[in-house]
C-alpha cells in the first residue's frame, strides 16, 4: 500500500478563518480522495481530487466552501473555508490501492478544532 | 433506509470469545465490500476484502450473503487488541464510489 502524509496532523483554528490541509503519497496514485469524518460519524466522502482538471464534489459539498488542488499524482491540497464550529472533524486523504479504485487507503488524519 | 447500516454496538467481548457482527446494504448492485478496523484517534485501515466465497484471514472470518444483502465479520479467540471499531464499506456501482457504514464497536475485556 502507498505511504500517505497529511498535514497538520491537527490544529485548533478560529471561526472565519481557513486552513490547507496537504496531503502528500510517495507514489504516483490515479485516484485521490477527501473525507470528512465529525465526532462520532462514519466517513463521508468530500471530493475526489482530480489531477489537472476540476475536483469532483459529492452532494452538499461545494468548491467556495472545500476548495482543492491536484497539481500532479502525488499531492493534493484541501482548503477549509471560513471555517465555523461545525467544521471540527477530521479530513482525510486517501488514495485507491488498485487500479479498479475498489480498496483505499487513508493518510493519517487532520484533526480540526474550530473555536 | 441507510445505504449501509451497522449495528453501533458496543459488542462487549470477553478475551478469547467469539464475536460476530453483520452490515447490511442496500443496493444490490454493489460488486466490493470491504471491512476497515479504525482504532480511537486513528485512521481507517483496511481489515480484509470480503469475497462472494467467503474468506478467512487468521482469525478474522468475512462472509457475503448476497440474497439477503448482509456481509458478517467473524472474529475468534478475541484478543485485547481487537477492540476498536469495524467499519463495513461497501462499493455503490454507480460513480465507482465506496460508503461507509457507521460502524460497530468492539469492546474486547479481560
Known amino acids: 500500500s502507498a505511504v500517505i502524509s497529511q498535514k497538520p496532523s491537527r490544529d485548533i483554528c478560529q471561526r472565519g478563518t481557513s486552513l490547507t490541509i496537504q496531503c502528500q503519497v510517495d507514489s504516483q496514485v490515479t485516484m485521490m480522495f477527501w473525507y470528512r469524518q465529525q465526532p462520532g460519524q462514519s466517513l463521508t466522502l468530500i471530493a475526489t481530487a482530480n489531477q489537472g482538471s476540476e475536483a469532483t464534489y459529492e452532494s452538499g459539498f461545494v468548491i467556495d466552501k472545500f476548495p482543492i488542488s491536484r497539481p500532479n499524482l502525488t499531492f493534493s491540497t484541501l482548503t477549509v473555508s471560513n471555517m465555523s464550529p461545525e467544521d471540527s472533524s477530521i479530513y482525510l486523504c486517501s488514495v485507491d490501492g488498485t487500479r479498479t479504485g475498489n480498496t483505499i487507503y487513508f493518510g493519517e488524519g487532520s484533526w480540526l478544532t474550530v473555536v | 433506509r441507510k445505504e449501509v447500516e451497522q449495528d453501533p454496538g458496543p459488542f462487549n467481548v470477553p478475551e478469547g470469545a467469539t464475536v460476530a457482527f453483520n452490515c447490511t446494504y442496500s443496493n444490490s448492485a454493489s460488486q466490493s465490500f470491504f471491512w476497515y478496523r479504525q482504532d480511537c484517534r486513528k485512521e481507517p485501515k483496511l481489515l480484509m476484502s470480503v469475497y462472494s466465497s467467503g474468506n478467512e484471514d487468521g482469525r478474522f472470518t468475512a462472509q457475503l450473503n448476497r440474497a439477503s444483502q448482509y456481509i458478517s465479520l467473524l472474529i475468534r479467540d478475541s484478543k485485547l487488541s481487537d477492540s476498536a471499531t469495524y467499519l463495513c464499506?461497501?462499493?455503490?456501482?454507480?460513480?465507482?464510489?465506496?460508503?461507509f457504514g457507521g460502524g460497530t464497536r468492539v469492546l474486547v475485556k479481560p
Open positions: 464499506v461497501v462499493n455503490n456501482p454507480a460513480g465507482n464510489k465506496l460508503t
